[in-house]
T-cell receptor
Framework: EAGVTQFPSHSVIEKGQTVTLRCDPISGHDNLYWYRRVMGKEIKFLLHFVKESKQDESGMPNNRFLAERTGGTYSTLKVQPAELEDSGVYFC???????????????FGPGTRLLVL | DQQVKQNSPSLSVQEGRISILNCDYTNSMFDYFLWYKKYPAEGPTFLISISSIKDKNEDGRFTVFLNKSAKHLSLHIVPSQPGDSAVYFCAASASSYKLIFGSGTRLLVRP
C-alpha cells in the first residue's frame, strides 16, 4: 500500500509570491488533514476534509490560505500571497476513519518544506 | 497556549539502556494519546497509543504510561537502540480527529 505523498518536497519563494502544495492520500482514505510545523515548534492542525468537503478549517491561519480537494482524491493547499511567517513544514495526513482508536490512526506524508524569503 | 507540552527538547541515552520521554497536557477533555516518531526529511510515523481508560499500553520495546491525575504520559523504550534516534512527538485528541501535538523531543541513542 502506497503511503501519503506530497509535492514538492521543498519550495523556496519570495514574499508576495504564490505557492501550491499537493497531497495524495492513501487510496481509500476519505479523511485528509493538513498540519504545519513552524520553526521546530509543535505540529499544528490546519484543516480536515472528508472526501471533498471541508469539515473543519479552524486551524487555517488566515484567508491567504486556501485548501481544496476536488473529487475527494488529492488535495492542494495554496498560499497567496506568501509571507515570511508562512515558512515551515507542511504535512498532509490521511485516515480511513474520522475517529481515532484501536487500529485507526492518521498516516503522515513526508511534508513540504516551504521557505519564504 | 500549548495544551500538550514536551519540556525536554532533547535526550541522550546509551544503547541498551532505557529511554524515557515525557509529555504533559492541560486539557482534561483529552481521551486519546499517541506517540509519533519522526526521522529527518520524513513525516511522523505512528508508534503507539493509549486510551484514557487505560494507564498502560505495551508494544514490544515500547510502553506508554498514562497518569490522568497528573495529566502526564511517558514513553519508555527498553532496550534503546541506535535506530531509535529520532524526534518523538506526543499528541492528544478529545474524541476528535484533531491531533494536538507537543513540540517534540529529540532522542539520541549512543552506540
Amino acid at each position: 500500500e502506497a503511503g501519503v505523498t506530497q509535492f514538492p518536497s521543498h519550495s523556496v519563494i519570495e514574499k508576495g509570491q504564490t505557492v501550491t502544495l499537493r497531497c495524495d492520500p492513501i487510496s481509500g482514505h476519505d479523511n485528509l488533514y493538513w498540519y504545519r510545523r513552524v520553526m521546530g515548534k509543535e505540529i499544528k492542525f490546519l484543516l480536515h476534509f472528508v472526501k471533498e468537503s471541508k469539515q473543519d478549517e479552524s486551524g487555517m491561519p488566515n484567508n491567504r490560505f486556501l485548501a481544496e480537494r476536488t473529487g475527494g482524491t488529492y488535495s492542494t493547499l495554496k498560499v497567496q500571497p506568501a509571507e515570511l511567517e508562512d515558512s515551515g513544514v507542511y504535512f498532509c495526513a490521511s485516515s480511513r476513519s474520522t475517529f481515532l482508536g484501536g487500529q485507526e490512526t492518521q498516516y503522515f506524508g513526508p511534508g513540504t518544506r516551504l521557505l519564504v524569503l | 497556549d500549548q495544551q500538550v507540552k514536551q519540556n525536554s527538547p532533547s535526550l541522550s541515552v546509551q544503547e541498551g539502556r532505557i529511554s524515557i520521554l515525557n509529555c504533559d497536557y492541560t486539557n482534561s477533555m483529552f481521551d486519546y494519546f499517541l506517540w509519533y516518531k519522526k526521522y529527518p526529511a520524513e513525516g511522523p510515523t505512528f508508534l503507539i497509543s493509549i486510551s484514557s481508560i487505560k494507564d498502560k499500553n505495551e508494544d514490544g520495546r515500547f510502553t506508554v504510561f498514562l497518569n490522568k491525575s497528573a495529566k502526564h504520559l511517558s514513553l519508555h523504550i527498553v532496550p534503546s537502540q541506535p535506530g531509535d534516534s529520532a524526534v518523538y512527538f506526543c499528541a492528544a485528541s478529545a474524541s476528535s480527529y484533531k491531533l494536538i501535538f507537543g513540540s517534540g523531543t529529540r532522542l539520541l541513542v549512543r552506540p
